[in-house]
């Protein structure tokens, strides 16, 4: 009750989270509604084509039957009769499907009720001569063809199979402009909703970013203090304190809230790609069958537009996570538990030193790792902390000569242990010798992968073991980053550093 009473930056993004949440929330209400109507658009579409298949089919049949019928009266061999015998065996089937097809639209139940009648009448008159001539009465048989009636009841079927041909065209055409736009909808739908995380999200960075600004400012002024005045050093320091876990509960708050709509949009965009193979596959259907439907525009969407959204989604949500996870993996390290014990360095560094091997050897690249002095605190932070530097070190090594990185130390009698790790890299210029500890900033060329949390996380982890961090460099000449650690941890001391 206290956090929403009080007007605070981390309030304010919490409620723009919140709003975003809604809104988005809202947004896949709209898209799964879009999605279904596509479906439904589709299965329309499906059915219409089925049914213009069936009614084909049953004049496919009774043609069969009508030219088995004159190649009898005509050879008068049994063998001729064989396709009449198949098709009046499939004709129920094949009106049967056409009713359960056409029977969901009253008018097209009517003409499907009417090719059954005509269907009956032009097979009932194919049997009648077809017992004719079996029966010897050849004579009778020719008559009846002669008539004219099969030639009217052929004649009436065929128009009434075209007629539903070409009504059912029509209404499929039509279902196919309704599935294309509810598709089209369902694209810019959910395209709309991944840029508004993506900005929602930016702003959150920002405003995390001034906020851990304004601690790091309050953090450096406490340092420039009076050491002298201890009662002021203390209130500042718990001050400072409360500041930094807030600023951890709210990078958690924010990681996680952030965290859901990222990743409804990576499930929505896999949707979307779908969506747009489905799409693919009836452009392409529609170039084959009626390329003259086609609108330029609507391939464009389908083959260039949709495609190249749905990359710039992935790309920024794929961004985004690494964010999210790096702010995770800062909050959380804040809240640890420090385990102080015993740690000999030269052995703990050297480890390090051999996990990156490979990455030296192919780089041409060598670490020394000298006689190091022991000294008394948390060994994963420790590790983390020269696991950083010295993939750092490596990483930004100069190619235009063998690399070489030296890490040193010794114990300066005080209470306290100096660590040293050189190398002869890049360097960095002095006006970015702090710009390089600050959250989300970078220095030099941006030819190499990262976040700007390395080296933030790195000072962080120096100052809750008790210790300082400062850097020596210049461009082109490598860098030296020193580190002054108590001898001894005493936890709720380095705790009250942060």
Known sequence: ????????????????????????????????????????????????QQSRRAARNVLVSVLNAETSQ?????????????????????????????????????????????VDQLAED?????????????????????QLVR???????????????????????????????????????????????GILILVLAGISGWMVRRYVLEIQAGRDALDRANQGLEDKVRDRTAALT?????????????????????VNV????????????VLERQVQTIETKSPKLLDAEAVTAVREDVPEAIGFIRASTAKMDRLINAILKLSREGRRNLAPEPLEMTDLVQAIADSVRHQT????????????????????????????????????????????????GRDTGDGRVEFRLSDNGRGIAPKDHERVFELFRRSGRQDRPGEGLG?????????????????????????????????????HEAGDRL
């Open 1 to 48: 009750m206290r956090f929403l009473r009080t007007p605070t930056l981390s309030r304010s993004v919490v409620g723009l989270l919140s709003i975003a949440i809604v809104l988005l929330l809202v947004i896949n209400a709209a898209t799964f509604v879009m999605i279904r109507r596509t479906v439904e658009f589709n299965s329309r579409v499906e059915q219409l």
């Open 455 to 491: 080296l933030a996380f790195v000072r962080n982890s120096v100052r809750r073991l008790g210790g300082d961090i400062e850097i020596e460099s210049e461009l082109g000449q490598g860098s030296t980053f020193v580190m002054k650690f108590p001898k001894r941890l005493i936890a």
């Open 147 to 193: 008539s004219g009636e099969g030639k009217r009841a052929m004649d009436r079927l065929r128009s009434e199979v075209q007629a539903i041909d070409e009504i059912q065209e029509t209404r499929l055409q039509f279902a196919r402009r309704r599935s294309e736009w509810a598709s089209t909808v369902t694209v810019v739908v959910n395209s709309a909703a």
């Open 242 to 262: 409360r500041a930094n876990e807030e600023i951890q509960r709210f990078a958690y708050i924010v990681s996680h809230d952030l965290r859901a709509p990222l």
């Open 70 to 114: 004159r190649g009898f009266l005509l050879a008068a061999q049994p063998q001729y009769l064989a396709p009449f015998n198949e098709a009046r065996a499939v004709l129920p089937e094949q009106l049967e499907r056409l009713h359960s097809l056409m029977d969901v639209e009253p008018d097209m139940a009517v003409r499907a009720a009417l």
């Open 266 to 277: 990576m499930g929505y965009t896999s949707e979307l790609d779908q969506v747009g193979k």
């Open 361 to 408: 050897d192919a780089a041409d690249a060598a670490i020394t790792v000298e006689r190091l002095p022991w000294f008394e605190s948390d060994r994963l932070s420790v590790e983390q902390i020269f696991g950083n530097l010295i993939d750092n070190a490596v990483k930004y090594l100069d190619p235009d000569r063998p690399g070489r990185i030296v890490a040193s």
């Open 122 to 142: 032009k097979m009932a008159e194919l049997e009648r001569s077809l017992a004719l001539a079996s029966a010897g009465r050849i004579g009778e048989a020719m």
